[in-house]
C-alpha cells in the first residue's frame, strides 16, 4: 500500500504495522498521511520517526477525530516540523489538553499553532526545574505575607524570541518558561530575584492605578523609578535583598550603549548600586531627583511620578524613542502590568498570549456543563497523570478513574454478620508505633526497678510478693495492608488454556482465599477491580474496602463480577496506590491479579501502556507501596519483568495452581 | 522554709522581657493560690517567665519535665530500701506540697492522662495530697503553688488536657514578642548587635508565615538567640542561621529551599 519510491527505503514492518493501526481508527487521516509519507521521509531519517508521526496522528484521532486530519493535513504541508518529533509531541498532547472541550478550537490549533515552542530545550530544562521547585518558590512568597498568589509558568514560546518577562495578577503569578541566565546554579536566584521583586510591588506599589492620557514613555519612566522605589523599601525590610537583585544589574556604558533601552538599564543600574557611576548626564539627573524624592520619604508616590516626569520630559528631547516591544531592563523585574488597571493598561503583546483560550481550571471537572441532566455522571472521579515514555514526562490530567457505586447489598446480610474484634482492632491501629515496654513480668530480659523495690518492700513488711519483678522490650509486629486488584477486563471472561476455568473466576477463588485469610488476623485487605474504556473512563470497584469485614454482602459482590472492557494498569496502579497511601500499617502492598498486558481502545502504540504503568510502580515504590502480579499469561515474561521488576512477579500456567502460589505469594511478601 | 527545698530558691534574677501584663496576671493568681496554665509555642519563654517569677515572689521553684513514660510515683515519691529497711522518698510533686513552693510541670500533655489526675484534690479547694502507698494524706503549705505549660500547637488530638484537668486551671496564652522586643530579647541574651539581632528576628518572622503550609511552628527566641550566640562567638552568620534554625526546623526541600530564601532576604548571597 506504500508503495512511493521515495518512501521506501525506510519503509518496514513497523511502519506497516502503525499505518494499518491508523487505518483502523481513522481511514480519512490515513489516507492524508499516506500522501504525506513522501514528503516526511525527506525529514525523518529513520523508520522509527515517521511511525511516530503516524502515532500521533492515531493518538489525535482517538482523541479527537476532527482534528486528526487537520494534524494530518499539516504533516503534509509543513513536514519539516517532523524533524523534532518529540517538539511536535509535546506540542500535540497541549493541545488536546488544552483545548479538549472545544472542538473549533481544537482544530484552529492543529491548524495554526506553531509547534516551534516546544522545541526549545533550554526552556524545557528551566521548565522542569521551576515546576519542581515551585513549592519552595510559594513557601519563599508566603514568608513575604504573599499567600494570594500562586505560582505557575507563562504559555510556551519561541526560542527566537528574548524571554518573557514575569507577570503577576491577582490570583496568579507567572514565571517565564525560560531562565536567562549564564551559569544553571543561577536559575533559582533569579527565580528568588523575580518573586522577591513582586512580592514588593505587591506590598508597596498602588496597584491597578488609571493610566489616564500618560504617554507609553512616561509610563516606561514610571514604572522604572517604582521599581526601584519598591525594592529600596523592601531593602529597609529586608536588607540581604539588595544582594540577591545586585546579580542581574550588568548594564554599563560600555555593555549598554546610548540608546533608550540602554540608558533605561544604567539608570536602573545607578538607582540600585550607589557605588555605580555613569557619565551621561541624564542617568546622573534622574539618579539625582531620585536620591532628593528619596531622601525625602520613599512613600510619597507623587514625587516620584514628578521625577519621572522630569525625566520623559528630557528623553522626548533627546529624540529617543520607545522600541516596540520593550522588555523590562533588569532580567528579574516584571512587566510592571500590575501597576496600572487592565482596560488602560500597556499595549497587550497579542503574539504573547498566542491563540489560546484560557479554560477556568474548575470547568472541566464541572458536571453542569454537561447538555443533558440524564447524562449526569455522579460517580466519584479521579484524575491521575500518565507517563510518556516517549516524552520522558507525565502527561498531566490525563486518566479519569471512576469508582462505582456500591451494589446494592442486602442490608440484613451485613447486619447478621458483624464481627466483634472489629472496633478492637480499628482502635489498636490507631496507637502511635513504639516498641512497648512490658513491665511486672515473671520472665524478662531486664530487671523492672520499680517492681523489685516493691517487692523487697512487701518482703520486708512480711506480705508475700508475686514475683513478678522482670520487664521486657517487645516490638509491635509489623502490619501490612494489602490491595488485592483484580483485572476485570473482557480477556478475564476466557477459559486459561487446558482447563475448565475462566481466569476471572480464578481471580474470584484466589481473592476469596485472600481476603478470608488476612480478614481475621490484624493485617488490614481490601478487594479492588478494574476495567477501562480508554483513558476517560477506569472503572474501579471497591468490592471490599480496608474497614468492612468480608462478609455475605461482599462475598456476593465478588461473586457477581464480569468480565469487560480493557486493562489499563497505570491508572488502577496509582488509584489502589493512593486507596493505600491513607493507610497507617507498617508495609503495603498491592497484589495484582491478571491475565494479560495493558492495553486500551485509544492506545495504538505498543509499550505506551506497558511504561506508563512500569512508571505507576515506581510511584507506588516511592510511596512505600510494594507491588507483585500475579499473571496468568504464559507470554508474560515480556512485559511484566518491565513492569514489576524482576522479582515481583509470577506467571502461574496452570489454573489449579493460582490459588496456591497466591497464597504462597501473599505470605513471602507479609513475612518479607 | 525547710533546709530541702532552700537550694530551689533562685537567687539571681533570670532576665524576662515582660510584653504584657503578664508578671501583674500570674502574680494575683499566685496571690490567690489559683492553679495556673501557661500555653503557647515551643521557645516562646514559657519556662523562663516561671523562673522569674519564682525569682520575684521569693519562692522555691520545683521543675518538672513531663514526659509518656512517667508515673504516678514519678510524681509523688515512692518506697527505697536502705540498710535498716525501707524509707519513703518523697517525688518532687510532694516536695513541692509539703514544704511549700512552686511546682511547675513543663509540657504537661505528654505526661499520661491517668498521671495528670492525681493533681486534681490539689487543685480545688481542698488543696490535698492523697499518697496512697504511705497511707498519708498531705495538706498542701499555704505557699505552694501550681504552674503547668503547654504547647496547643502540634501536639495531636490524641494528646489533649481532659476537660477535668484544664478546667481547674487559670490560663494565659503566650506567643512571641512584637519583633522590636524579640529582637532586644535576642540581642541581651545572644550578646549579637542589635542590628543582627533585628534580622534574625526578621527571618523568624517569615518563617513564622509558613505555619500551616508544612511547618508545624516558626522559628522560636530559642533558635534565635542559639544563633545569635554562634554569631557573637565569631560563626559567620550564613552558617549561624543555617546550623541553628533552618536545618533544624523541617525535613522537607521546599521548605528548606524558602527558609534558606529567607535567610538571604536578610543576611545576602549564600557564599
Known amino acids: 500500500m506504500i508503495s512511493t519510491p521515495q518512501a521506501g527505503a525506510l519503509q518496514g514492518p513497523l511502519l506497516s504495522r502503525r499505518m494499518a493501526a491508523l487505518r483502523a481508527v481513522d481511514a480519512a487521516a490515513h489516507e492524508v498521511v499516506l500522501t504525506a509519507l513522501p514528503r516526511l521521509t525527506a525529514y525523518c531519517g529513520h523508520e522509527a520517526a515517521l511511525a511516530e508521526a503516524v502515532d500521533l496522528t492515531a493518538q489525535i484521532a482517538t482523541e479527537a477525530p476532527d482534528a486528526a486530519r487537520v494534524f494530518a493535513e499539516r504533516l503534509y504541508g509543513q513536514p ?12 500535540t498532547l497541549h493541545g488536546l489538553q488544552r483545548h479538549r472541550n472545544d472542538a473549533a ?15 526549545d530545550q533550554r526552556a524545557r530544562n528551566d521548565s522542569d526545574y521551576l515546576m519542581e521547585h515551585r513549592g519552595g518558590l510559594i513557601h519563599y512568597l ?48 533569579l527565580a528568588r530575584a523575580m518573586l522577591a521583586h513582586i512580592a514588593a510591588h505587591l506590598r508597596h506599589s498602588p496597584l491597578a492605578r488609571m493610566a489616564g492620557n500618560r ?18 523599601l523592601m531593602a529597609q525590610e529586608y536588607p540581604g535583598l539588595h544582594a540577591v537583585w545586585s546579580s542581574f544589574f550588568t548594564a554599563s556604558k560600555e555593555a549598554s550603549g546610548h540608546d533608550l533601552a540602554g540608558l533605561m538599564a544604567r539608570l536602573a543600574r545607578a538607582l540600585h548600586d550607589p557605588t555605580y557611576s555613569d557619565t551621561n548626564t541624564w542617568v546622573r539627573k534622574g539618579r539625582e531627583l531620585f536620591e532628593e524624592a528619596a531622601a525625602r520619604d520613599l512613600r510619597d508616590v507623587d514625587a516620584f511620578d514628578y521625577a519621572a516626569r522630569q525625566l520623559s520630559i528630557d528623553i522626548g528631547r533627546m529624540h529617543l524613542s520607545l522600541p516596540i516591544r520593550s522588555r523590562p531592563t533588569v532580567a528579574y523585574r516584571d512587566d510592571n502590568a500590575l501597576l496600572w488597571s487592565p482596560d488602560l493598561a500597556l499595549p497587550v503583546d497579542e503574539a504573547a498570549d498566542g491563540d489560546i483560550e484560557l479554560i477556568p481550571s474548575a470547568a472541566r471537572d464541572d458536571p453542569l456543563l454537561a447538555q443533558d441532566l440524564s447524562d449526569l455522571d455522579l460517580r466519584p472521579r479521579y484524575v491521575y497523570q500518565e507517563w510518556d515514555h516517549r516524552l520522558e514526562a507525565l502527561r498531566e490530567d490525563w486518566t479519569t478513574v471512576f469508582e462505582q457505586p456500591r451494589q446494592n447489598r442486602g442490608i440484613e446480610a451485613t447486619a447478621s454478620f458483624t464481627p466483634p474484634t472489629r472496633t478492637s482492632h480499628h482502635g489498636a491501629r490507631r496507637t502511635p508505633d513504639r516498641s512497648i515496654r512490658l513491665t511486672r513480668q515473671a520472665e524478662g530480659d531486664e530487671i523492672d526497678m520499680n517492681a523489685m523495690v516493691e517487692n523487697v518492700v512487701q518482703q520486708r513488711s512480711g506480705l508475700s510478693p508475686d514475683g513478678r519483678i522482670f520487664c521486657h522490650h517487645s516490638r509491635r509486629r509489623r502490619s ?3 490491595v488485592l486488584l483484580m483485572d476485570l477486563s473482557t480477556s478475564t471472561n476466557r477459559f486459561v488454556p487446558g482447563s475448565f476455568t475462566k481466569v476471572i473466576d480464578l481471580e474470584k477463588q484466589a481473592a476469596v482465599m485472600v481476603a478470608e485469610m488476612l480478614d481475621a488476623g490484624r493485617d488490614r485487605v481490601a478487594v479492588h477491580g478494574f476495567s477501562s474504556n480508554g483513558r476517560h473512563e477506569v472503572n474501579y470497584r471497591r468490592i471490599k474496602n480496608f474497614d468492612e469485614p468480608f462478609g455475605p454482602g461482599q462475598r456476593a459482590e465478588l461473586a457477581a463480577l464480569t468480565s469487560g472492557l480493557s486493562t489499563r494498569m497505570g491508572a488502577a496502579l496509582r488509584h489502589a496506590t493512593t486507596a493505600l497511601a491513607k493507610e497507617t500499617t507498617d508495609t503495603k502492598v498491592i497484589l495484582l491479579l491478571t491475565d494479560g498486558e495493558p492495553s486500551d481502545i485509544d492506545v495504538v502504540e505498543e509499550n505506551y501502556l506497558v511504561e506508563d504503568a512500569r512508571e505507576a510502580v515506581a510511584r507506588a515504590a516511592a510511596r512505600r507501596v510494594r507491588t ?10 515480556r512485559y511484566v519483568r518491565r513492569i514489576f521488576g524482576a522479582r515481583n512477579f509470577l506467571i502461574v500456567e496452570r489454573a489449579s495452581a493460582f490459588t496456591a502460589n497466591t497464597n504462597n505469594t501473599l505470605m513471602r511478601l507479609l513475612t518479607r | 522554709m525547710n533546709d530541702d527545698i532552700l537550694p530551689l530558691l533562685i537567687e539571681d534574677e533570670p532576665y524576662y522581657r515582660s510584653t504584657g501584663n503578664e508578671v501583674e496576671l500570674f502574680s494575683a493568681a499566685m496571690t490567690r493560690a489559683l492553679p495556673m496554665m501557661l500555653k503557647g509555642p515551643t521557645g516562646c519563654g514559657k519556662t523562663r517567665f516561671v523562673e522569674h517569677m519564682a525569682w520575684r515572689l521569693k519562692r522555691p521553684l520545683v521543675t518538672m519535665a513531663c514526659n509518656e513514660d512517667m508515673t504516678a510515683s514519678d510524681l509523688l515519691g515512692r518506697w527505697l530500701l536502705d540498710a535498716q529497711g525501707t524509707v519513703w522518698h518523697d517525688g518532687p510533686l510532694t516536695t513541692a506540697v509539703r514544704h511549700g513552693a512552686i511546682c511547675y510541670l513543663d509540657e504537661v500533655v505528654e505526661a499520661r492522662q491517668d498521671t495528670t489526675v492525681v493533681i486534681h484534690p490539689l487543685t480545688d479547694n481542698r488543696r490535698i495530697l492523697h499518697l496512697d502507698k504511705r497511707g498519708e494524706v498531705v495538706k498542701a503549705h499555704p505557699d505552694f503553688r501550681l504552674v503547668v505549660s503547654y504547647n496547643p500547637g502540634y501536639q495531636s488530638v490524641a494528646k489533649d ?8 486551671f487559670g490560663a494565659i496564652a503566650f506567643d512571641f514578642p512584637p519583633p522590636a522586643i524579640e529582637a532586644d530579647i535576642v540581642a541581651y541574651e545572644s550578646g549579637v548587635s542589635p542590628d543582627i539581632a533585628e534580622r534574625l528576628v526578621a527571618v523568624a518572622t517569615q518563617s513564622r508565615m509558613l505555619r500551616g503550609r508544612g511547618l508545624d511552628e516558626g522559628m522560636s527566641t530559642r533558635m534565635l538567640i542559639h544563633a545569635g550566640a554562634l554569631i557573637a562567638e565569631g560563626i559567620s552568620t550564613h552558617d549561624a542561621c543555617a546550623l541553628a534554625m533552618t536545618v533544624p526546623l523541617s525535613d522537607d526541600i521546599d521548605l528548606q529551599a524558602a527558609l534558606r530564601g529567607f535567610v538571604e532576604s536578610q543576611f545576602g548571597l549564600w557564599p
Open chain 2, 161 to 168: 488536657l481532659k476537660p477535668s484537668t484544664s478546667q481547674r
Open chain 1, 105 to 119: 478550537h481544537r482544530i484552529d490549533y492543529f491548524r495554526r499553532n506553531d509547534p516551534r515552542p516546544f522545541f
Open chain 1, 142 to 189: 508566603a514568608g513575604f505575607g504573599i499567600a494570594q498568589q500562586s505560582v505557575d509558568l507563562h504559555e510556551p514560546q519561541d526560542e527566537r524570541e528574548p524571554a518573557q518577562a514575569p507577570t503577576a495578577d491577582k490570583e496568579m503569578i507567572r514565571l517565564p518558561r525560560r531562565l536567562d541566565v549564564t551559569e544553571t546554579g543561577q536559575r533559582d536566584l
Open chain 1, 628 to 637: 507483585f502480579c500475579l499473571t496468568l499469561d504464559r507470554r508474560a515474561d
Open chain 1, 480 to 482: 501490612t495492608a494489602v
Open chain 1, 215 to 232: 504617554r507609553p514613555m512616561l509610563l516606561a519612566m514610571i514604572a522604572l523609578i517604582e521599581d526601584a522605589r519598591v525594592e529600596r
Open chain 1, 80 to 91: 519539516e516540523m517532523m524533524a523534532d518529533a518529540a517538539g511536535v509531541r509535546r506540542w
